[in-house]
């Protein structure tokens, strides 16, 4: 089996993908825009070859890259980046070198546009908030004054909270029009909510061969925007709705090998025409892993390998293999270098020493919205978790200046 992955050297763990498939007699070719120097020792050893093309998003270099390895190793049988950013250009590849495995370009905008992504919902009997083109002031208008402000205004075609606005006035209305990007966008009625996720990975039957959930307090949007605090944690296990409802999206969406990221909102409060208070509502569906540390968090707290359940999953249409241990709640904290913090990196990794996973860097490209410093711990009970979380945030004191 052929397997060519996009960029395999970021995020770093994605290398860990690429071991998988190595140890499963996969031949592993990357292509990606870093020096080979530069990749890990793990990507190193996994890879039978590495082209370097000097831009990712140069599709004649990439059918170039593609051709090199047709003509040295036979027909690819995968094309896949497990990356948001690249899943078009994936596609494209699969397309254009009649590659049978993952979506043609004709099938990618079910998973792109956001517009496309509600019929998906409404089939899975799964409601989503009330929207409607952004075409103009007026139009924008008129759907305010249905819904009421505030609104939420993103891309239809974007990753994550990127480019995403909340209105909460004419006058914000106003400026999003006087700065709004040329791409189509969207408006949305705001809903107030955790967002919670369904996770996992599905083989070419649609079944499930792994599945957890992970829990954003905070407002993913003000997390981007507004440089507030970012933490999320992994639940010990998927509330028994936000199970019901993921399976059901996949297969609504006809989901089939690959790693999913389902996202839904859990209402804070009653919301006409989606939902009660507590109920869940539709958010989004991503055809990749969750971002940044997320992977290895699923790990930590369900004591599984997801890296190695993909691999088997690409190499055999099944899981290979079997993982026992405990289930506990795996808490992210990422803390920004511009803030000031009472408790030093150095003290959390004194005082939560038996329960820290991981202190380091995020990459820069993603620190925007996951923060600089990343602390991840694993903890028995939510009390635990929401007590860290206060000593990881907390404040620098400030001391009055002397009279």
């Known amino acids: 089996m052929n397997f060519v992955f996009i960029s395999p050297n970021f995020p770093e763990s994605y290398s860990r993908f690429c071991r998988g498939l190595h140890e499963n007699g996969v031949n592993v070719l990357g292509i990606g825009d ?14 039978t070859e590495y082209y370097r093309v000097d831009d990712l998003r140069n599709y004649d270099q990439m059918v170039r890259a593609m051709g090199h390895f047709t003509a040295e190793y036979g027909k690819m049988d995968w094309v896949e980046s497990n990356n948001e950013f690249w899943m078009e250009l994936d596609a494209a590849l699969r397309t254009d070198f009649n590659i049978l495995t993952g979506l043609k370009s004709d099938e990618i905008m079910r998973f792109r546009s956001k517009t496309a992504m509600k019929k998906y919902y409404a089939r899975a009997g799964v409601p989503t908030a009330r929207w409607s083109p952004v075409v103009d002031l007026e139009s924008a208008r008129e759907f305010i004054a249905e819904v009421g402000y505030p609104v939420v205004v993103k891309p239809d075609r974007g990753v994550g909270a990127e480019a995403t606005w909340r209105l909460t006035s004419d006058a914000d209305l106003r400026e999003f029009f006087h700065q709004q990007p040329a791409a189509p966008y969207i408006m949305e009625e705001y809903l107030a909510g955790d967002v919670e996720t ?15 959930s992970h829990i954003t307090p905070n407002s993913i949007m003000d997390m981007v925007n507004e440089g507030i605090p970012c933490y999320y944690y992994v639940n010990r296990q998927p509330a028994p709705d936000i199970e019901d409802a993921g399976k059901r999206v996949l297969k609504a969406f006809d989901v089939r090998s690959r790693f999913f990221h389902l996202e839904f909102f ?6 006409e025409g989606v939902g009660n208070a507590g109920g869940i509502a539709g958010l989004e569906v991503n055809m990749r892993p969750a971002g940044g540390f997320t992977p290895d968090m699923l790990n930590y707290s369900q004591s599984a390998d997801v890296f190695q359940i993909w691999a088997d999953m690409i190499a055999f249409d099944e899981n290979r293999h079997t993982y026992s241990g405990p289930k506990t709640y795996c808490v992210y904290c990422g803390r920004r270098d511009s803030v000031g913090y009472t408790h030093s990196l150095e003290e959390i990794s004194i005082v939560y020493a038996k329960n820290l996973k991981k202190l380091t860097r995020m990459p820069d490209a993603l620190a925007g919205t996951m923060g600089n410093q990343v602390c991840i711990a694993c903890f028995d009970t939510l009390k635990e978790v929401n007590r860290f979380v206060r000593f990881a945030f907390a404040p620098q004191r400030q001391v009055p200046p002397e009279e």
């Open 34 to 47: 870093a020096s080979y120097d530069s990749l890990n020792d793990e990507l190193k050893s996994s890879l």
């Open 198 to 212: 369904y996770d996992g990975v599905i083989n070419a039957k649609g079944e499930i061969l792994f599945a957890a």
């Open 266 to 271: 859990r209402l804070r409060e009653a919301k």
